[in-house]
């Protein structure tokens, strides 16, 4: 038996945990998950698993000096643990050992580590080379999250609803000032239509994600990671690389990160599913006759995806083929013009996608079928691919799925309403069931 490292993350946002032995996975959970309140930061050291060695995914010390410079209150400390990695570190750690790549480059980007906020590391014949790009205030994902607050949305939580928007807009605001101000403390309100304000932040954003591309990644195989790396948008403008982005390149995949840079070699990295196992039998033949009778249902069976994206075995899905998006929208409680993802089988992806595209949807690519309620109003798609491999209930469901509507995709959406936490537990699932009326397997 080798030793067994904890890895966590919290006291900012999204507290997490991440358990490894021998480069093997043993468990990575979200608190959120756990507590049902959105973004907890707080870890419960109650249900944390016994480990050797815990390791904090960022240096507590520098980050209450910069809080203090900063105007903000020191961060308080919760979990006691043995060492401490560098949040930028952690970052470029998870990325690098659940990846197949040995040299790279490894590009991180989100709004604020201890005292930096975008690090390129470069990998070569096993010697790491480390450059720090910019320092705070001087941030992409502040500039990206102080637009996010002064349209009314939460920040560091719901950028991803100003990615959505941004295709209903036109990029008419000069953005470009916001990596000259310190963002932090917000940004003075813009005249102009919400939906142009955020097609603006997108492009900005993209525009210098690309510059850093360009000026500091010369290897072909590029590793994204931070918060930023979640903005599938900008992600499918870059070309001529090998990208790999590990599915929870926020915070709370630094736990993991954490431990592996303990361990210091590859982890075995298999799948997201990772967290809370609901085990129970699914008879996909069942889901599909219901799913052709009430055209939604909810899935919860096997391990908890270990990201912010359901990938199958937390999901709400749907029949693609109606005009299903506003009222699965309301069902999540969610604005109507928000969007949402087709998983497919994999070997009909390219029939009706074409761009970027894996199994994890941090690509978008425009497709070419007329079923609207996975295509976004620009025509594209954030696709997810399921291999046969997959580890996932969503394979056979799909497969049967095909088998009797020759339709080779679902709608597929987190299992959860706006403002909550996915569904962790069968208890979760049957309240989920009981409250908003959806039948969940």
Same mark, same amino acid.
């Given at each position: #038996?080798? #030793?067994?490292? &904890?890895?966590?993350?919290?006291?900012?946002? *999204?507290?997490?945990?991440?358990?490894?032995?021998?480069?093997?996975?043993?468990?990575?959970?979200?608190?959120?998950?756990?507590?049902?309140?959105?973004?907890?930061? +707080?870890?419960?050291?109650?249900?944390?698993?016994?480990?050797?060695?815990?390791?904090?995914?960022?240096?507590?010390?520098?980050?209450?000096?910069?809080?203090?410079?900063?105007?903000?209150?020191?961060?308080?400390?919760?979990?006691?643990?043995?060492?401490?990695?560098?949040?930028? *570190?952690?970052?470029?750690?998870?990325?690098?050992?659940?990846?197949?790549?040995? *040299?790279? *480059?490894? &590009?991180?980007?989100?709004?604020?580590?201890?005292?930096?906020?975008?690090?390129?590391?470069?990998?070569?014949?096993?010697?790491?080379?480390?450059?720090?790009?910019?320092?705070?205030?001087?941030?992409?994902?502040l500039g990206y999250s102080a637009v996010t607050s002064m349209l009314g949305y939460k920040p560091m939580e719901e950028e991803y609803i100003i990615m959505g928007l941004a295709s209903y807009g036109e990029p008419t605001v000069d953005l470009s000032y916001l990596l000259d101000i310190n963002c932090h403390k917000g940004i003075e309100s813009i005249q102009e239509k919400p939906e142009n304000i955020a097609a603006s932040v997108q492009h900005w954003y993209e525009k210098e994600l690309l510059k850093l591309i360009n000026v500091y990644c010369d290897h072909q195989n590029l590793i994204l990671m931070g918060g930023c790396a979640l903005n599938c948008v900008a992600n499918s403008k870059i070309k001529n690389k090998n990208i790999w982005i590990m599915p929870n390149p926020g915070d709370a995949g630094s736990a993991l990160g954490a431990a592996a840079s303990i361990y210091g070699k590859k982890i075995n990295w298999t799948s997201p599913y990772l967290g809370t196992n609901i085990n129970q039998d699914i008879n996909p033949k069942e889901v599909i006759n219901y799913l052709l009778k009430k055209s939604v249902c909810g899935v919860a069976n096997g391990k908890a995806e270990f990201g912010p994206r359901a990938l199958g075995n937390r999901s709400l899905i749907a029949d693609p083929r109606l005009d299903i998006k506003d009222t699965v929208n309301d069902i999540k409680k969610r604005q109507r013009f928000r969007p949402f993802a087709p998983a497919i089988l994999e070997e009909y992806a390219n029939e009706y996608f074409d761009g970027?595209?894996?199994?994890?949807?941090?690509?978008?690519?425009?497709?070419?079928?007329?079923? !609207?309620?996975?295509?976004?109003?620009?025509?594209?798609?954030?696709?997810?691919?399921? !291999?046969?491999?997959?580890?996932?209930?969503?394979?056979?469901? &799909?497969?049967? +799925?095909?088998?009797?509507?020759?339709?080779?995709?679902?709608?597929?959406?987190s299992l959860n309403i706006k403002g909550k936490p996915m569904v962790d537990n069968i208890n979760h699932a049957q309240l989920f069931e009981d409250y908003y009326n959806v039948k969940v397997f």
């Open positions: #038996m080798g #030793m067994k490292i &904890l890895g966590i993350s919290e006291g900012s946002h *999204d507290a997490a945990w991440c358990l490894i032995e021998d480069g093997e996975i043993l468990e990575a959970h979200h608190m959120e998950r756990h507590t049902q309140l959105k973004n907890d930061k +707080w870890l419960n050291k109650k249900i944390l698993p016994k480990a050797d060695l815990i390791v904090g995914h960022e240096i507590k010390n520098n980050v209450s000096k910069r809080r203090k410079l900063s105007g903000q209150s020191k961060i308080d400390q919760n979990i006691k643990v043995r060492k401490e990695i560098n949040h930028h *570190d952690s970052h470029a750690w998870a990325g690098w050992s659940t990846s197949k790549f040995e *040299d790279c *480059d490894i &590009l991180v980007v989100d709004a604020i580590g201890e005292a930096q906020t975008t690090v390129v590391y470069k990998i070569r014949n096993g010697v790491w080379h480390k450059k720090v790009i910019y320092d705070y205030p001087k941030s992409l994902g970027p595209m894996n199994e994890y949807m941090q690509f978008v690519a425009k497709a070419k079928h007329d079923y !609207k309620s996975v295509t976004h109003i620009d025509g594209t798609a954030r696709v997810q691919i399921v !291999k046969p491999n997959c580890q996932s209930i969503i394979r056979p469901i &799909l497969e049967e +799925w095909y088998e009797q509507t020759k339709c080779p995709m679902l709608l597929n959406t």
